[in-house]
């Protein structure tokens, strides 16, 4: 990923991902602490210039929504999913994978709030199938960005979690004193490749947001008192 500098506001936006009307951006610590909410998330529409912006209720599950305009109610799910113009859509994270998915040729996008839950649930994949149904995409065609989460480095879980990674059949698990490390970000990457989509056409930031306290709210490193990271992308309308 790459930092930009958006009306005197830093953001990280993947460097792979580009589209002539497409508008993405990540948001550092140092100038938010929970956009999702209030204050800051109206001062991250007047920096972006954001009309409608969308986040959902999100609850470590599979379930994907495709969003046409304002939702009347926010929406419960971990994947948002939009063709619409002019209609900007926001996963919050906070070690949980921020994944973003653009299909150039459909015009459609969809941001996924990954963690490990959903992850060993499969919404990667489920997102690629939502793709494909909804707006007739081809996986060939098909950029996604893993964006900053948790690292292996940091991501140490018990057996009955690593047993549950192995049941994907992953070998993206290491064990070491006792705990198993996995890399999360890794087991993504592998299975979007199997599923079809291009190697060069996913960009892994590596960033772990619990090693990279000076950049991104971590929940398992500042707990309950953890702010969000927010992975925003929409449309632009047409002048
Ligand atoms: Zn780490």
């Given amino acids: 990923?790459?930092?930009?500098?958006?009306?005197?506001?830093?953001?990280?936006?993947?460097?792979?991902?580009?589209?002539?009307?497409?508008?993405?951006?990540?948001?550092?610590?140092?100038a938010f602490f929970n956009p999702g909410d209030g204050k800051e998330r109206e001062r991250l529409k007047e920096v972006l210039l954001i009309d409608t912006l969308v986040t959902a209720s999100q609850v470590h599950g599979t379930?994907?929504?495709?969003?046409?305009?304002?939702?009347?109610?926010?929406?419960?799910?971990?994947?948002?999913?939009t063709a619409q113009r002019g209609v900007c859509?926001?996963?919050l994270v906070a070690d949980c994978l921020p994944l973003l998915f653009v299909d150039p040729v459909k015009e459609a996008l969809a941001v996924v709030h990954a963690g490990?839950?959903?992850?060993?649930?499969?919404?990667?994949?489920?997102?690629?199938?939502?793709?494909?149904?909804?707006?007739?995409?081809?996986?060939?065609?098909?950029?996604?960005?893993?964006?900053?989460?948790?690292?292996?480095?940091?991501?140490?879980?018990g057996e009955e979690v690593a047993r549950r990674f192995a049941r994907r059949g992953t070998r993206r698990i290491r064990e070491k004193e006792g705990y198993f490390f996995v890399d999360l970000p890794g087991?993504?990457?592998?299975?979007?490749?199997?599923?079809?989509?291009?190697?060069?056409?996913?960009?892994?930031?590596?960033?772990?947001?619990?090693c990279h306290?000076?950049?991104?709210?971590?929940?398992?490193?500042?707990?309950?008192?953890?702010?969000?990271?927010?992975?925003?992308a929409g449309w632009q309308k047409r002048d």
Wanted: glycine fraction near 10%.
């Fill in 187 to 210: 087991v993504v990457q592998d299975e979007l490749e199997e599923y079809g989509v291009k190697k060069r056409n996913i960009e892994n930031s590596n960033l772990c947001t619990v």
């Fill in 213 to 232: 306290g000076e950049m991104f709210h971590s929940f398992r490193r500042e707990k309950e008192l953890a702010g969000r990271n927010i992975l925003l």
């Fill in 1 to 30: 990923m790459k930092r930009v500098v958006i009306r005197g506001v830093p953001f990280l936006q993947f460097e792979n991902i580009s589209s002539s009307l497409l508008f993405h951006a990540f948001t550092l610590k140092q």
């Fill in 63 to 81: 379930r994907w929504v495709v969003v046409d305009g304002p939702p009347g109610e926010k929406p419960v799910a971990d994947a948002l999913l």
């Fill in 89 to 91: 859509l926001g996963v």
């Fill in 116 to 157: 490990w839950r959903g992850v060993v649930d499969g919404i990667h994949l489920e997102v690629l199938r939502a793709m494909e149904t909804v707006f007739g995409s081809q996986v060939s065609d098909l950029l996604v960005g893993i964006g900053p989460g948790i690292g292996e480095c940091c991501f140490a879980v």
